[in-house]
Each structure stands twice: as C-alpha cells, then as structure tokens.
C-alpha cells in the first residue's frame, strides 16, 4: 500500500468517524488488476476500500454534486479536481463550506492496459491542488510542458483537411453525452441538447447533429474549461475533443489575456462573461 | 444581354444559376434601422440576404450561426450597433467577445471565414449596410453552396491512411 492511500484512509476515517463529513468522494480498487473507480466511503469500514494510487484516472470531482442533500463531503482532489471545486464555486454549483478538500499532490496518472501516462496527465499544467483543506504528502514539481503542442501540429493541416477530419470526427461520434456528463463545467439543469430532443441519438441521427452537439458543447464550456480532458478520456469512440478545448483556452488567452485557463481561482468572471471596453476590435 | 453595370452585377451573370441564401442578425436598434434606411433611400443591394431581427447582438446565441449554416444558409452575417452604442449599453461587447471565440472555432473546424461575419452597422449607417450587404454576397457566391465544401475524395483518402497520427 502506497502512503496516499495510507494517509487518505487514515484521514477519511477520522473525518467520518468524528461526524466532519457525512461521506469521502476519493476512488477504490474495481475487479481487474489496476482498475480504479469513483468511490463514495460512507462510513469506516468504506472508508478502509479508499485507494489512492498512479492509477485513479477518473475526474472525482463531479461526484460531490450529486451528494450534496447528505451534508457536507470530503473531496479527495488533485490539481484537476481541485481546479473543479473552483470551477462548481464560480458557477454557483457548491459553496466552498460545503465541501472538505483532501488536498492530493499528484504524481501523474497511468493508463491501466499500457502503463503509459494517461493524455490527460501529459498535458497537465496543475498537479498541486490549487485549494485544499489539508494536504496529503508533500508538494510535487509543477510540469513544465507545451499543452498546445498538439493543437500546433493540428494547425498545420490545411482548412480542407482540416474539414475532412471534423467530418470524420463527428461521423463517429455515437451522441452518448459521455463528454457532458463527465464535464465539471456541464452542471446546467437542463442541457441544450435536451432542450430540443430528450433522450439518446433519434432515428434521424446524423453527423451534422453530431457536429451541432460537439461543437456547441465544446463552445458552452469554452471559456470555463479547466483542461482537465476528462471529456476525451471518457469518449468510448476516442475523439481528440481536447482539441476544441485547448484551441479556444489558446484563442481566448492570445485575444483577451493574459488566461491561465479555468479554475484557477474561485471567482470569475469568466472570459465570455465579461469584456473590455478596449477589446480588440476586428468586426468595424 | 444587358452589360452589367458593376463588378458585383458581372459576378451575378457569371453564377447565375446559384443564388445564395444568406442569413443577416440585425439588432432592432442600430442595423435594422440601417437596413430600414437604406430602403428609405432606395438603394439596391441583392436580394440573396433575409433579414432576420433580433432585439440584439448580444442575443443571438452563437449556435443558431451553425445551425442556420446546417439548414440551408450559404452564408451567416451578424450585425449590431457599434460598441459604446448599443441599447442595452453591454450587449454588443458581449456578442463581440463570444463571436471572436466561436467563429474561430468554426474556421478551426473548417468553415470558410467568408461564411460567418460580424459587422457593426449604426442606424444611421445605410450606406455601410447597403455596402456589407454587396461584398458579403459577393463573398458567399464565390465560395458557391455549402455544398462546395465537401472536402474532396483524395482528401478523406489520405486521412483516412494515416488514422491515428494527429
Ligand atoms: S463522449 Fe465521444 S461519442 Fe460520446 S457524445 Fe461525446 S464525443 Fe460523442
Ligand atoms: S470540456 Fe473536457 S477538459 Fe474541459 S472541463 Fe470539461 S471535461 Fe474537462
């Protein structure tokens, strides 16, 4: 057993057991070797199944809103799930006592097949919770690494091929919402997408459908994104969505920054919600 | 044949067998008024362009864009008051900041630049508009239908053959 998991199950017993929290939002051991998955410990004796290892590849965070009616919870966050609980308090999803923050350095996640870093991880730019309550282990080394670098060599493809790709790209898509609904920005009540036609793909199912999707999605959560590319790691058809994410966070940080990308701080307002009366102006 | 007048004109005689649809947000306050001048003054400007008015700028929502251009636009234009001059007083930087972020993203995607503008017409700017109305139009029937965009077979083929390397 590795410190973290020792420390965070240490901690959530404590905080459970003495009534601070009603429930840990953290990850336990699935049936497969290095599989992991969202956990909710309610009590000691779950709290005892918490894991905190190279291998808790989901976003966590996302969990807390839905538990909110029991009291307050304890949030086991990284960088990323940290820069969530930022994300929720500026959109009006949680208030920041409703929320315990077991503070995570994180070591860099693994994919389980492979044991390669996880894409998500390899573009991280925020390892150290950016808030915390208490802090598990010591602080690591921020990443120094180019997240746009993909997007630069995406940029070199020509406007037709570029068109080509998205076509392909958006072909493929199955419509499962997985992109939304593992999203921290995606909290609205009711969903654009729903407000049209509830439920699944419909029989009229098409790519330009997929394409309005995928491309309104990727826009509502544009300027709140917090990079965590949770949305392509879930994607079961593997769709490069970080992509639209990280084009706009480099668009919106080159037009009106200097933009260090959502989450980093509790408060907006956020690009798109505010302005400038000096912005750049190219419509005259 | 008569002998066109203007470029615009020869432009026209030239596709005459493709005439746009093209669809213009204009703001109650500024653009539709421009527009409602220009009519007053009895300029011409193409009839490829409906005018669609909204309260405005800051109203329309950047997803009826892809849609309209999904449902039969060739091309999408939309206008307000100037910044400083809008009606609301916001509505205008908003619609400006939100509209820089999403056409990019459509061009990202691949969406020819011409085929989503933004312009700031004032209510007395008819001119302006008449003007807008003329290059936008001359713009979209030179890209040709959306159709025109299909990006071409060897194209899909080469993307195809080197799936996975991004
Ligand atoms: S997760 Fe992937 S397949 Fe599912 S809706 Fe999102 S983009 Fe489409
Ligand atoms: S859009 Fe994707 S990367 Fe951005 S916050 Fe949502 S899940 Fe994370």
Redesign the pocket.
Known sequence: MNDATQIVRERATALLADGTVAAVVGWAAGRGDHDRHVFVARTPEEAALLVADQYCGA?AAKRVLSLLDEGKIALVARGCESR?VN?FMADRQLKRDQVHVIGWPCPGMLDPATGDALKRCTECQRRNPVLSDEVVGDPVPEPELDRFAELERFEQKTPEERRAFFQDMYESCIRCYA?RN?????TCRVCFVDQERVGWMGEEFTADQARYYGTVR?FH?GD?????????RVCPQHLP??LL?HKQVRDIDGLFGPYPG?GMEPEGPDPLRTYHTDDLEEFM | MPIAETAHEAQGQANEEFRPKILAFCCNWCTYAGADLAGLNRMNYPADVKVLRVPCSGRVNPQHVLRALQDGCDGVLVCGCHPGDCHYSTGNYYAKRRMMVFKRLLEFEGLPPERFQIRWISGSEAGKFRDTIVQVTDDIKKLGPMAADEPSQAVVAALRAKEGEL
């Open positions: 976003l969530a994300r992109c593992a999203c921290p920005c995606c990727a959560t709140r994104c917090i990079e965590c590319g949770e949305c392509q969505l970080m994410m959502g």
